[in-house]
Structures are given as C-alpha cells and as structure tokens.
C-alpha cells in the first residue's frame, strides 16, 4: 500500500528566503505526482505534476523534482513571499489506478 | 476553459439526517470524477471516482454513496449522516489519469 509522507509539517521562513519542501513515497511505480497548494478552507490548486518519465517540472518561481527510484520529490520555492504561505500537499498516482494518494501536507508561512 | 462547482460551500446537519452534496464540471467532456473527504489534521481521503456516467468505484466502507447521473455531474449522498462525517469534502476532475483540478469544497458540520 502506497505511504506518503511529507517534511516538516510545519515551516516558518523569514520572506526572501529560497525553500524545499520534501514529499517521501514507498511505492516507486508511480504513474505521476502532483504539488497543490491549499489556503484555509478552500480546495487544493494545482501547481505542477510531473509524469513517472519526468524528473523536473518548473513554473515561476516553482520547480519541482522527482526522483522515482528513491521515492522522493521536492518542491523548491525561490524568493518566498508571503503571499506563498499555504498548505503543500503532494500526491503520487498509481498505474493505472484513480487510487491517488496524498500526503498530509507542509504548512508553510513566509513572515514579511 | 474549464470550472469545477460545488455547492453548497457550508452546511450543518444533525446526526441521523439525509446528505446530498453536488458537484458539477464545465468546459470538459468525459471527465473522470472524484469525491474525497478531509478531515481535521488528516490527509485526504479518496471516497469515490466515476469514469462516466452510472460508473461508480467505492475505496472506503461507508455509510455514503455516490452517483453521476450526467456526465458532468457528481452526488454524494447519504441517507443517514454519523457525527464523524464530518469534514471538507472536496470533489474534483481529471481527463484519464492526467492532472486533478479541485473544486472550492463543502465544509459539513453533522451535530
């Protein structure tokens, strides 16, 4: 059974500051893996997916990565802003399978 | 371009009362759709997919249902809610197995 799991829970960095936030799988045969972001009591906005082939995706100020053999992906953020502060969630599809799996997620806040 | 509605956004229901939350996709056809359940400091959890209409897959024993009566359509329902229903149900779209688009959410509060 696919465990996901993301570090830290919880991070506070002063705003300006480059940060990684760690998303751990111990199935490696994914089909994909997806970052969203989460505000407080509102649904989960799609920031990148990176497919099993692929080893980075950037948008912006995002990049993240995927490492299929070791069950890791991270999600850097450049010049944090504290418009970026949210709940991170990762989550890694299965082949073949609407079975998605999500981690519980990083609460991060960029203080001004 | 394409919109995920759920409504409503809030609702409070007493223990042993129906449920009927609906979900509904524009802009894209032949979605595969989902229903999940967030509850407080607990990660998502899948309850339901549908890759298309009356096509209904159930990943967790619950007193709930789902149903797509429309292609763009997705109800989740329950005939008698339980005080740990409560959570932030959140539906959401996919075309196959590519990227999921969320929609806003229901905050259900069962009392």
């Known amino acids: 059974k696919q465990e996901v799991t993301q570090i830290p829970a919880a991070l506070s960095v002063p705003e300006g500051e480059n940060l990684v936030l760690n998303c751990s799988f111990t199935d490696s045969a994914i089909y994909n893996l997806q970052w969203f972001r989460q505000d407080p009591g509102k649904g989960l906005t799609s920031l990148l997916l990176i497919q099993s082939s692929q080893r980075e995706q950037t948008s912006g100020r995002l990049n993240a990565s995927l490492d299929k053999s070791s069950g890791r992906s991270t999600l850097y953020i450049a010049a944090s802003q504290p418009g970026d502060s949210a709940t991170y969630l990762c989550?890694?599809?299965?082949?073949?399978?609407?079975?998605?799996?999500f981690g519980a997620g990083t609460r991060l806040t960029v203080k001004p | 371009s394409q919109t995920i509605h759920q409504w409503p956004a809030t609702l409070v229901q007493p223990v042993g009362s129906p449920l009927s939350l609906e979900c509904t996709v524009e802009g894209t056809s032949n979605p595969n759709l989902y229903w999940y359940r967030q509850a407080a400091g607990r990660g998502l959890q899948l309850l339901f997919y549908?890759?298309?209409?009356?096509?209904i897959s159930s990943e967790v024993p619950q007193n709930l249902s789902a149903s797509r009566p429309q292609d763009r359509q997705f109800i989740l329902s329950s005939k008698k809610l339980l005080l740990s229903d409560s959570g932030f149900y959140l539906c959401?779209?996919?075309?196959?197995?590519?990227?999921?688009?969320f929609g806003p959410g229901t905050r259900l509060t069962v009392t």
């Open positions: 989550a890694v599809r299965p082949w073949h399978n609407n079975d998605m799996r």
């Open positions: 959401a779209w996919s075309v196959k197995v590519d990227e999921q688009y």
């Open positions: 549908s890759v298309g209409i009356g096509q």
